[in-house]
């Protein structure tokens, strides 16, 4: 009785601690309580008490110094990867940070931040899968703090969910697509240009406002897939317009490459919805230069909730379609890096397979009676859009 008096006493004393270090913001931060306090949903009043108890330790930059600071990154974001640190250590000479300059968390975040972060982040929480997997201190360090470090308040979940919304909306991305290389494209005002570590070792360089170029792509049925470019430029901050069968136009920024020769993929898709037949996406250089290796289409599968079902504990053989026959590990001869033969006859356990649940909808193959004998990170898509 006396332990939990104490354990009861040491909570308390940390939040009423904390309340008095707020100052003139204690009435902010007693508001967020009081919002919290009957909610149905117990876990926000905790996580109100939580972020409050911790908050005195935390603290961002303010002023003309963070104004630089934040417009050094910028910079670098419109930078080749190989550039970025050069020119972020010759901005940052430049930054002098002063005490003046500090904002502790605990004086200065408002009521209406703190609420909207906490119904944010229990939201999130209660919306996941495997949320009943983990324990509150997962919740607690992971999914609810507000930021990172030490950087500048913002709605980073908002600006999450609207710039990836398929990772809470259910749709899972294949890891693989269909390729289009850019000569199959036609192109307008734009050229072919040699270029050995392209697909086909050479690329269309759009040098010009006119520059585009003009891929046909049938489809057999109506689908989603995600649009993904491998490109390069050099000229900074390179723009495309994307336009799909003649319809609206979404413009794509291309971060730099190091130069015009070094080609990477977008760092995020565009998602693009394909109709039935005969499809134009058309590509039309904005602002910059650049080169397109290829196009890149990836199916977008949505999950199917009723059919989440955890197959760890149960062994599967892999046939063949064609020909009836059964993959067959054996463990004296076959390592990880052997294919897989078929044989016709599985009843032998050692040449059964188990799968092992990894999180949906990844899984790990393994030998029934061997988990040394494994493949890694299956991928299985129930249903397609």
Same mark, same amino acid.
């Given at each position: 009785?006396?332990?939990?008096?104490?354990?009861?006493?040491?909570?308390?004393?940390?939040?009423?601690?904390?309340?008095?270090?707020?100052?003139?913001?204690?009435?902010?931060?007693?508001?967020?309580?009081?919002?919290?306090?009957?909610?149905?949903?117990?876990?926000?009043?905790?996580?109100?008490?939580?972020?409050?108890?911790?908050?005195?330790?935390?603290?961002?930059?303010?002023?003309?110094?963070?104004?630089?600071?934040?417009?050094?990154?910028?910079?670098?974001?419109?930078?080749?990867?190989?550039?970025?640190?050069?020119?972020?250590?010759?901005?940052?000479?430049?930054?002098?940070?002063?005490?003046?300059?500090?904002?502790?968390?605990?004086?200065?975040?408002?009521?209406?931040?703190?609420?909207?972060?906490?119904?944010?982040?229990?939201?999130?929480?209660?919306?996941?899968?495997?949320?009943?997997?983990?324990?509150?201190?997962?919740?607690?360090?992971?999914?609810?703090?507000?930021?990172?470090?030490?950087?500048?308040?913002?709605?980073?979940?908002?600006?999450?969910?609207?710039?990836?919304?398929?990772?809470?909306?259910?749709?899972?991305?294949?890891?693989?697509?269909?390729?289009?290389?850019?000569?199959?494209?036609?192109?307008?005002?734009?050229?072919?240009?040699?270029?050995?570590?392209?697909?086909?070792?050479?690329?269309?360089?759009?040098?010009?406002?006119?520059?585009?170029?003009?891929?046909?792509?049938?489809?057999?049925?109506?689908?989603?897939?995600?649009?993904?470019?491998?490109?390069?430029?050099?000229?900074?901050?390179?723009?495309?317009?994307?336009?799909?069968?003649?319809?609206?136009?979404?413009?794509?920024?291309?971060?730099?490459? !190091?130069?015009?020769?070094?080609? !990477?993929?977008?760092?995020?898709? !565009?998602?693009?919805?394909?109709? !039935?037949?005969?499809?134009?996406?058309?590509?039309?250089?904005?602002?910059?230069?650049?080169?397109?290796?290829?196009?890149?289409?990836?199916?977008?599968?949505?999950?199917?909730?009723?059919?989440?079902?955890?197959?760890?504990?149960?062994?599967?053989?892999?046939?063949?379609?064609?020909?009836?026959?059964?993959?067959?590990?054996?463990?004296?001869?076959?390592?990880?890096?052997?294919?897989?033969?078929?044989?016709?006859?599985?009843?032998?356990?050692?040449?059964?397979?188990?799968?092992?649940?990894?999180?949906?909808?990844?899984?790990?193959?393994?030998?029934?009676?061997?988990?040394?004998?494994?493949?890694?990170?299956?991928?299985?898509?129930?249903?397609?859009?």
């Amino acid at each position: 009785m006396c332990f939990l008096l104490s354990m009861f006493s040491s909570c308390h004393s940390r939040l009423q601690d904390a309340l008095k270090a707020a100052g003139e913001n204690r009435a902010e931060l007693e508001r967020v309580l009081d919002h919290f306090r009957n909610d149905p949903d117990t876990l926000k009043y905790s996580a109100a008490k939580f972020l409050i108890e911790n908050m005195p330790y935390h603290y961002t930059y303010k002023g003309e110094s963070m104004a630089q600071f934040q417009q050094a990154y910028r910079l670098i974001g419109c930078s080749a990867k190989e550039k970025r640190d050069s020119i972020f250590d010759k901005c940052a000479k430049n930054i002098n940070f002063t005490k003046d300059d500090v904002a502790i968390d605990i004086k200065s975040v408002s009521a209406d931040y703190l609420i909207k972060a906490i119904d944010e982040a229990c939201e999130l929480w209660h919306q996941v899968k495997w949320e009943k997997e983990y324990g509150s201190a997962i919740f607690f360090d992971y999914v609810l703090p507000y930021r990172l470090l030490n950087e500048s308040l913002s709605s980073w979940r908002k600006f999450i969910v609207q710039e990836y919304p398929y990772m809470n909306n259910g749709i899972i991305c294949a890891k693989k697509g269909d390729v289009f290389s850019s000569d199959t494209a036609r192109l307008f005002n734009a050229r072919m240009l040699k270029s050995p570590s392209a697909t086909n070792e050479k690329a269309a360089f759009l040098d010009m406002p006119s520059s585009k170029m003009l891929f046909e792509i049938d489809a057999s049925r109506e689908v989603w897939k995600r649009l993904n470019l491998r490109y390069a430029t050099a000229s900074g901050v390179a723009k495309i317009i994307m336009s799909l069968n003649d319809g609206k136009n979404d413009t794509i920024v291309l971060t730099p490459t !190091k130069n015009i020769y070094t080609f !990477k993929n977008m760092a995020k898709g !565009k998602e693009v919805r394909l109709r !039935k037949g005969k499809n134009r996406i058309c590509l039309a250089l904005f602002a910059g230069t650049c080169s397109i290796d290829n196009i890149q289409l990836f199916n977008l599968n949505k999950l199917n909730a009723a059919r989440l079902v955890d197959y760890s504990q149960h062994i599967y053989q892999v046939r063949n379609a064609a020909n009836h026959r059964c993959i067959a590990l054996h463990q004296e001869k076959d390592t990880i890096s052997t294919a897989f033969s078929f044989a016709k006859d599985m009843l032998d356990r050692q040449a059964q397979l188990r799968f092992c649940y990894q999180g949906y909808p990844r899984w790990n193959l393994f030998a029934a009676n061997d988990s040394s004998l494994r493949v890694q990170n299956l991928v299985i898509i129930p249903d397609s859009l």
